[in-house]
């Protein structure tokens, strides 16, 4: 497969994915121009045009839910990211933070990693190949992601520890 | 052009099972011009949608695997009908049309 090829699949998959298709239909769409450009020897953005304008022709409107649900897994990544720093300078320094016990906040930005990770997944389900049932999009599993945000996240939570022990 | 496509797409699925490039040959065989993949396959998918053809993914000898369309009852039925008022409709707008060749 040529790097035209891999590109324009990416560049279509992420702008089907914006779009609000579903990703069986995604993976059948982006199997139509690999096969096809595989037979004609075109180059896919010559065959079916820029991936953007591909992708526009099955967009799919959004539900005012999934449109606000957009957003989350940034907002709740950082809420918890903001939560546990401050748990973890006001433990240090044996003050409060935000004006509640330092212990509580940083459980609360502990908890809430749960539903950042879970609207994480929700928003990367991977895309199947109906040439092969597998996964098209080279998609982290579940478990790596896990792992993934866990260690930002102590990551996170050492770098705040390291400054108020540094600045205390 | 456009406007027949769909019903020419189909015609040629109802010859027999076929995939995307091969339709697109057949289409430019015809004489119908270069369909290019971005207008044919939204088409198939209509097609697909209104039940008119099936689809199915099958492993080619060695190369990727194609995607096989095939022309359900419906999808024949439908031929049919659009190809018989299609005749109907040229033949009226040929009465009207000069012949060529004709002084106007």
């Given amino acids: ?23 069986e239909r995604i993976g059948e769409i982006v199997a139509e121009v690999e096969s096809h450009v595989a037979d004609t020897g075109e180059d896919p953005r010559e065959a079916f045009g820029p991936a953007r304008e591909y992708a526009a022709g099955f967009r799919r409107p959004r539900s005012r839910w999934s449109a606000a649900a957009r957003p989350a897994p940034t907002l709740l990544g950082a809420l918890c990211g903001f939560l546990v720093g401050n ?4 433990l240090v320094d044996g003050e409060p933070a935000l004006g509640m016990p330092a212990w509580v906040v940083l459980t609360a930005g502990a908890v809430l990693w749960i539903p950042s990770l879970v609207a994480v997944l929700r928003l990367s389900v991977p895309v199947p190949d109906p040439r092969t049932g597998r996964s098209i999009t080279p998609a982290p599993g579940p478990v790596a992601t896990a792992v993934g945000m866990g260690a930002t996240l102590v990551a996170v939570a050492v770098a705040c520890w390291g400054l108020a022990v540094l600045t205390s | 052009m456009r406007a027949t496509l769909p019903l020419t797409v189909l015609a040629v ?44 993914w099958r492993e080619g000898a060695g190369g990727p695997g194609r995607k096989f369309f095939t022309v359900t009852p419906h999808g024949r039925a439908h031929l049919a009908e659009r190809a018989a008022a299609w005749h109907t409709f040229t033949e009226r707008a040929a009465g009207l049309l000069p012949s060529v060749g004709s002084p106007r």
């Fill in chain 1, 1 to 23: 497969m040529t790097t035209g090829t891999d590109t324009y699949r990416r560049e279509l998959v992420q702008a089907l994915r914006t779009g609000n298709v579903p990703p």
């Fill in chain 1, 87 to 90: 748990g973890v300078v006001g």
């Fill in chain 2, 13 to 56: 699925v109802a010859e027999e099972e076929t995939y995307g490039y091969a339709i697109a040959q057949r289409l430019q065989a015809a004489g119908l011009g270069a369909v290019k993949g971005g207008t044919l396959y939204p088409v198939l998918n209509r097609l697909e949608q209104e039940g008119l053809v099936t689809s199915s």
